[in-house]
């Protein structure tokens, strides 16, 4: 029998999964091996009807450069009782399977670990190599290479950024976007500073304050009062929907919103519209002010998610695709796969990714320490300033109180 590979995608979707998934199967089937593509991220093996099916070279060269992901993804976690009850040892042992490859975040990544010690317990050790994947950039990886997928889903969601600020500017109206980012504002930032957004809002802002949904509120109300002075009646915010990861209990009842969680414990964003709340708060703040501002919400998560990968995203998948393989040969396991600046294939453990502490792999935030930051704050962002108190009295009798810096404690 042929030794044999098996490939899942595990949590949401990026741009380049199929890259991934197609220059793996590319690599291993040229070397004789077979490739084994599971559905149902690792759903499939902890039942004995495992969703399976083999990648030839021609369906993998189908795939390569689609958006989305041909195997279905999952966000299944097994749990011990499944690993004791459910875990079906007869594909690995039945296939022959050699190695394990998943595609996914942190969670998937950390599956995938549990999963290998569990088979070398039962004294068939296999190895496993992730790749790491995410539209929000927030995997500390070397050097601050962008996680794959992310720059394609800052291209699409500038390409709405752009269209919805032509909208502001042709239609008289204010637009609050919302754009995904679990736990950092790469997303949101990066779609801003590339439309020229007069208002961003991210996580990392909040340093030196507590984020409150007052103080959101008001820096996009501060871009409004600011642009009215500059003689501007239109505009667009972005929000980053990290915000709701750094707001208290209380302040997410005040913003009155009530999330689920999925099975890794985190808050299903994606269920609720942030863009419409956050619209809506702004909505009432601006009509109490007696401002006559309309402004319309906008939402930038699953629109971008399935996009087709941009040429960099093309590259640097099929890389990482084509270093699996490296590793493998090299008899690294347990690790995740990373290509560097200069094109080597580099063996990443999580461990060294991981707090010692808590063994979660802490997020990567936008540096606000950086000159880029710093440029867009001086030079892009529309905001209230002592220098425009006076103006400002004109639509607001406080308006120290939009004080971009005094609402951040800068």
């Known amino acids: 029998m042929k030794d044999a590979i098996a490939i899942l995608t595990g949590g949401g979707p990026a741009p380049g999964m199929n890259t991934v998934v197609g220059s793996v199967a590319k690599t291993f089937l040229q070397k004789g091996y077979r490739v084994i593509g599971l559905h149902a991220g690792y759903s499939g093996l902890f039942r004995k009807d495992t969703r399976m099916e083999d990648i030839d070279y021609k369906l993998a060269d189908d795939i390569f450069n689609r958006g989305g992901s041909y195997l279905q993804m999952s966000r299944f976690k097994p749990s011990d009782k499944d690993f004791e009850e459910n875990f079906n040892l007869d594909f690995f042992t039945g296939n022959n399977v050699k190695l394990l490859v998943t595609v996914g975040g942190d969670d998937t990544a950390s599956t995938a670990n549990r999963i290998a010690k569990f088979l070398e317990a039962k004294k068939y050790p296999i190895a496993n190599i992730h790749v ?9 990886l ?43 504002g790469h997303l949101a930032f990066g779609i801003g500073t590339a439309c020229h957004y007069p208002m961003i809002v991210i996580p990392e802002m909040f340093n030196k304050t507590e984020i409150t949904v007052e103080k959101i509120v008001n820096l996009v109300v501060s871009s409004i009062i600011k642009r009215k002075i500059m003689g501007m009646d239109y505009g667009a915010a972005i929000i980053s929907e990290g915000v709701f990861h750094e707001l208290s209990d209380e302040e997410i009842r ?54 087709t990968p941009v040429a960099s995203d093309l590259v640097y998948c099929s890389q990482l695709g084509m270093g699996v393989y490296k590793l493998f040969s090299e008899g ?49 962002l529309c905001y209230i300033t002592p220098e425009d108190y006076e103006a400002a009295k004109a639509y607001v009798p406080d308006p120290e109180k939009y004080d971009f810096r005094k609402i951040l404690n800068w």
Request: charged share 25%; hydrophobic share 35%; glycine share 10%.
């Open 132 to 140: 790491p994947k995410t539209i929000d950039n927030d995997l500390p």
């Open 254 to 307: 005040k913003s009155g919103v009530h999330f689920t969680f999925d099975d890794h414990g985190h808050p299903e964003l994606g269920k609720v519209s942030k863009s419409h709340i956050f619209n809506e708060l702004i909505e009432r703040k601006v009509c109490d002010l007696g401002l006559k501002v309309k402004s319309r919400p906008v939402e930038v998560g699953y629109e971008v998610r399935c996009q």
């Open 332 to 380: 690294q396991t347990g690790c995740m796969v990373f290509v560097d600046e200069t094109g080597r294939v580099v063996n990443l453990c999580l461990k060294d990714l991981q707090d010692p502490a808590t063994g979660k792999i802490p997020p990567r935030l936008v540096d606000i320490d950086s000159d880029t930051f710093k440029a867009v704050i001086d030079n892009i």
């Open 142 to 184: 070397p050097g601050g290479s962008p996680t794959f997928g992310y720059e394609s889903a800052l291209d699409k969601g500038a390409t709405i950024g752009r269209t919805v600020y032509v909208d502001a500017r042709t239609s008289g109206n204010w637009f609050v976007l919302a754009a995904m980012g679990r736990s950092a």
